[in-house]
């Protein structure tokens, strides 16, 4: 049932449908306009993003030809555009990576138990919080799923750039977490 | 207690299923862009379509009555006659009068002569109590006259009557200037102005913080009684605050060792030894980011069309509503100077993320007119205006730009 109404909308969003489009917005703008905040720094950046990602949906809605999930296909674009507005500025962010060399111990196999809730708003604001190229490939990894191969290639970097930056990332994060966790013993 | 086998997990878990609204204006801009079929092309021709089409209006329903009006004489003088007038024990019910307006100033064919310009017959009804005696009978009467097939506006008309028993005595009647001003009006229906003006108010970004703007600018209209229509030229100033960002290097204490400065052993055992140490700084190279946001200033050329209103006109004083479209283009950008001053500190670079300004965009303009004639055909004129763009002020695509200002206009009018 809920598939026949996601396809009933894709087909109205097809045919133009003002009412279509409308409802698709209300629908996914929501979990789109999360996705989109853990990229930038404040919630009118996140929106502005959001809001270049939907006109790209809207506009490129006729390509999905129904493989795979449609939700998966909105994130990618909306993971996509998010990328392509820090493209600018992203070059600059690697070029002082002297690690590049380094083999990366992955660090993500820690046990984490967490005798309190840890609250969502905290865990996006210190994704936030990182510099713009630990953040950028942070959410494409481990958040959104990319490979290093992928990041790579769309930000335009090593694999092993994207590696270390990610490394950096979880110290980052780590530390921050634990703060917070020492804070509210 | 919640387990997670690594941060990666922690987020991903925590953040999957988490959303945000999106704020309630949102919605309306992403549908603005999709489906505003008012393309370049469509405002290209609305504005060629209101350029050619309101002169010609303005033509054919004023034009006739320039004609007609062309060797209208001055009135100088009105006669009024009390025909009849009618009441029962308590009320007058209605009287009658005969109005003429005379001129003495007479048309070519009839020279040397008074000439009657205009003849109506006017019916009031107006209710007046009689119980104080001795009774002043004072109204206000509208009425509309008739000359060479045209209708004269509205003429506020006042006069006072004695009354006794069957007769009354008109005392005093007053034909306010506006009777001559309206009349002779008729020679000027379709008028030009021009006017020059200063216009200073605060542009309102969305997402950078508010600043100042100021315009000069000329105009030049044509007025009927009630309406007007203008367009110009006008040179304004916009500012708004860049974002630089610059990275710079600078050689912080990274770290301490302690540093072994001498030791002793100690005589009585051989095995136990002191050590005199001293702590030591680690210096390294790191990386910073700053943020600036030097202000940037944008000349603009703007063109108006405008279309006003006058709500009410005495002698003095012209209020007027009026809105329109301005379209701006863009003419010249002002860099600020980049100032850089962390002492100790090399940088390593400077990237721009001002977002760059469209060659030209278009708003929409609405303000109250309100002018104070001071002698002449010169008027003192006091604007408060509001204007929005409409299409985005920035080249980038997706995100439209569309701040709006508030501000006060002031300037001179001339008519001619």
């Known amino acids: 049932m809920q598939q026949q109404l996601e396809s009933e909308l ?10 279509a489009f409308k409802m698709l917005y209300k629908q996914y703008g929501p979990t789109l306009l999360a996705i989109c905040y853990r990229y930038c720094k404040s919630r009118s950046e996140a929106e502005d993003v959001l809001q270049e990602g939907f006109i790209k949906i809207f506009k490129k809605i006729d390509s999905y030809k129904g493989k795979g999930s449609f939700e998966g296909w909105i994130k990618r674009i909306i993971v996509n555009t998010a990328i392509n507005h820090f493209r600018s500025n992203l070059k600059h962010y690697y070029l002082y990576d002297l690690d590049d060399d380094k083999i990366f111990i992955d660090e993500a196999d820690d046990i984490f138990e967490f005798k309190i809730e840890i609250d969502k708003g905290f865990l996006i604001k210190c994704i936030q919080e990182l510099p713009q190229g630990y953040k950028l490939v942070f959410n494409m990894y481990a958040i959104d799923g990319l490979a290093h191969s992928e990041i790579a290639k769309l930000l335009g970097i090593s694999i092993n750039t994207s590696k270390s930056q990610l490394f950096k990332a979880r110290r980052q994060l780590k530390g921050k977490i634990q703060a917070h966790l020492d804070l509210n013993k | ?45 609305l504005i060629i379509l209101l350029l050619v089409s309101i002169p010609i209006i303005f033509h054919t329903y004023y034009g006739n009555n320039i004609k007609a009006t062309s060797n209208f004489n001055p009135v100088d003088s009105v006669i009024t006659m009390v025909d009849s ?53 004072n109204d206000n009467i509208s009425n509309e006259y ?10 506020e008309y006042r006069s006072l009557y004695s009354l006794n028993n069957n007769n009354s005595n008109l005392l005093y009647e007053e034909y306010p200037n506006s009777i001559v001003n309206n009349i002779n009006n008729k020679k000027n229906k379709l008028r030009i102005y021009t006017s020059f003006s200063g216009y200073v108010g605060v542009l309102y970004y969305q997402d950078s913080p508010d600043l100042l703007t100021w315009s000069s600018d000329f105009g030049i209209g044509y007025m009927t009684n009630k309406f007007y229509f203008e367009t110009g ?106 100032n850089f001053d962390v002492s100790d500190a090399t940088l390593l670079k400077v990237t721009n993320n001002t977002y760059a300004r469209a060659n030209n965009y278009t708003s929409i303009h609405l303000a109250i007119r309100s002018s104070y004639k001071l002698y002449g055909s010169v008027s003192l004129l006091l604007q408060p205006e509001f204007s929005k763009s409409i299409s985005s002020i920035s080249k980038a695509n997706g995100v439209r730009r569309l701040p ?9 009018l001339f008519n001619f």
């Open chain 1, 10 to 19: 894709i087909e109205g969003c097809k045919q133009k449908q003002h009412k």
């Open chain 2, 1 to 45: 207690m919640k387990k997670y086998k690594n941060i990666d997990e922690l987020f991903k878990e925590e953040l999957n299923d988490y959303s945000l609204e999106p704020s309630k204006d949102r919605w309306k801009k992403i549908e603005s862009n999709l489906f505003n079929r008012f393309t370049k092309g469509w405002w290209i021709a």
């Open chain 2, 85 to 137: 007038i009618k009441y029962d024990s308590n009320y007058i019910i209605a009287h009658q009068e005969t109005v003429k307006l005379i001129s003495s100033e007479p048309k070519s064919n009839n020279k040397g002569n008074e000439v009657i310009i205009s003849e109506n017959i006017r019916k009031n009804e107006a209710e007046i109590d009689l119980t104080f005696g001795m009774n002043i009978y």
């Open chain 2, 146 to 155: 008739k000359y060479n097939n045209q209708s004269i506006e509205e003429i």
């Open chain 2, 233 to 338: 030229l006008g040179y304004q100033k916009a500012k708004q605050n860049g974002e630089l960002r610059f990275e710079y290097e600078t050689s912080d204490s990274v770290g301490y060792y302690n540093e072994v400065i001498s030791f002793q052993i100690n005589p009585n055992n051989n095995n136990e030894v002191s050590y005199n140490t001293k702590i030591k700084n680690v210096y390294d190279s790191v990386i910073h980011y700053s943020l600036d946001n030097p202000i940037y200033t944008y000349d603009y050329i703007n063109i108006p069309i405008i279309i006003g209103y006058t709500i009410t006109r005495t002698e003095k004083v012209n209020l007027s509503i009026q809105g329109g479209l301005i379209f701006s283009f863009l003419t010249k950008t002002y860099i600020p100077v980049i």
């Open chain 2, 404 to 412: 709006y200002s508030f501000g006060v206009r002031g300037g001179i």
